[in-house]
């Protein structure tokens, strides 16, 4: 594969199709890395579901695609915690294809979540990363986006024979909490059930 940038990229709504390339580019993720705390990747049927309850909710699911339409990452925001007072903070998650790591393509991603996510009307975005330490490229790809850094734990994982910390950032979106909830947000309208 010859090398892609991110101005030769297409983020667009991931659909069901891609679903097997995602789930290519999850597994090596969970087998090679330490992002996610997975230990055995999750099957097609299972990255399926986890896409349905995504998409179903309102929730934005992104892929990057080159020129000829392979997908080379994607990126998706979802609840971050059940409980309805937490309606309007979401969790990112970004995957990039090995071979396409490192040429601004997370960024991207990342750029066009934010945007979707302020679309929607959510107000803060929290990235929970895996083998946060300081020169981790999630940490300083967050850190590039204006993400500011609000905890750790420590020693939260154990992978590939070692302790894992696991870093939160946080980003204000739509003026955070300096103003009252939209009632007319994504977040709002499936909270009153409208």
């Known amino acids: 594969m010859s090398k892609v940038t991110a101005d030769a990229i297409i983020i667009d709504r991931a659909a069901a199709a891609d679903l097997g390339r995602i789930t290519a580019i999850y597994a090596e993720a969970v087998t090679s890395g330490t992002a996610s705390y997975e230990l055995e990747p999750p099957d097609r ?4 579901a986890r896409y349905e309850a995504l998409v179903s909710g309102g929730f934005p699911y992104l892929v990057a ?14 609840s971050f915690r059940p409980r309805p007072a937490y309606r309007f903070i979401v969790e990112d998650s970004v995957y990039v294809a090995p071979e396409a790591k490192g040429q601004g393509i997370g960024l991207a991603l990342m750029r066009r979540l934010i945007e979707a996510a302020q679309e929607s009307g959510f107000r803060q975005m929290i990235a929970v990363i895996g083998d ?8 300083r790809l967050h850190e590039k986006l204006g993400f ?10 154990y ?23 939209d009632p007319a947000s994504l977040p709002e309208r499936r909270f009153r059930g409208r």
Do not use: I
């Not at 946060?132 to 940490?139: I, L, N, R």
């Not at 992978?159 to 909830?181: C, E, I, S």
């Open 45 to 48: 049927a299972e990255m399926q």
């Open 65 to 78: 695609r080159d020129t000829a339409g392979m997908v080379l990452g994607y990126a998706y925001a979802g």
């Open 132 to 139: 946060g330490h300081a020169q981790s490229p999630s940490v």
């Open 148 to 157: 500011s850094h609000c905890g750790r734990l420590e020693g939260s994982g």
């Open 159 to 181: 992978k590939h024979g070692r302790w894992l910390d696991t870093v939160f950032m946080q980003f204000a979106m739509n003026g955070g909490t300096a103003t009252p909830p």
